[in-house]
């Protein structure tokens, strides 16, 4: 069974530049989730989706960052435009059922805004 | 709102010793969840703790939950090179279904 799976790994930009990331999750999870790292840091949840609605992104700072999943399989999340400060890990993951604390992690993408 | 904060931050051990990392809850424990994480990689769950006392085990790496020390810690016995990475601990928030996430502890083997 194919795990969650993201693209790009890594993307350098420039700041202002736009930038996407995407996820595919694991076939039958309905519930995706976007979570970002900063070094040294453990994730912190930007959005988490039920299907194709977006139930809980009260962390996602809408101003620059948006994100779809408009069939309720894979998702975009983009920003634009980038700053400095986001350079970071964007870390996609999925779970069988919402409530559940075992999710499944994508590898992440790793971001790098200059 | 909740914090969990692990200790140590960072630990380097020699192959064969056993270690324990813990990670603490600022509030009510309500499901404790550990992961580890390998540099450059997504998290991998681990194990789950649902109830007070309760204790679990995977391979050589046992979890415990202490309710009411708001604490989980994560023991590893005759620790591997394998071992190495990133062990981070996860909670579930109270009337949310969101879950958290420690700042981690880098956990380093040497031969």
């Known amino acids: 069974e194919a795990g969650v799976v993201q693209s790009p790994r890594y993307k350098i930009i420039e700041k202002k530049q736009p930038v996407a990331f995407w996820c595919n999750p694991i076939s039958g999870h309905n519930t995706l989730y976007w979570y970002l790292q900063n070094l040294g840091q453990g994730p912190e949840l930007l959005i988490r989706y039920e299907n194709e609605e977006a139930v809980d992104d009260s962390q996602l700072p809408k101003d620059r960052f948006s994100a779809e999943r408009l069939k309720g399989v894979d998702s975009t999340l983009k920003i634009q435009p980038a700053e400095l400060g986001d350079s970071a890990v964007y870390l996609c993951?999925?779970?069988?059922?919402?409530?559940?604390?075992?999710?499944?992690f994508g590898e992440g993408s790793r971001l790098t805004v200059l | 709102s909740q914090e969990l904060e692990q200790s140590p931050q960072s630990l380097i051990v020699q192959e064969g010793k056993n270690l324990t990392i813990n990670c603490t809850s600022s509030k009510t424990l309500y499901g404790l969840y550990w992961y580890k994480q390998k540099y450059g990689e997504g998290l991998i769950f681990l194990m789950m703790?649902?109830?007070?006392?309760e204790e679990k085990s995977h391979e050589k790496i046992t979890a415990k939950l202490d309710e009411k020390k708001q604490q989980s810690s994560l023991h590893i016995t005759a620790s591997q090179p394998s071992h190495a990475g990133i062990y981070l601990c996860?909670?579930?928030?109270?009337?949310?279904?969101?879950?958290?996430f420690g700042t981690g502890t880098r956990l380093q083997v040497f031969p």
């Open positions: 703790l649902q109830k007070g006392g």
């Open positions: 993951a999925s779970s069988l059922y919402r409530g559940t604390g075992e999710l499944f």
């Open positions: 996860g909670a579930g928030v109270i009337n949310t279904d969101k879950l958290i």
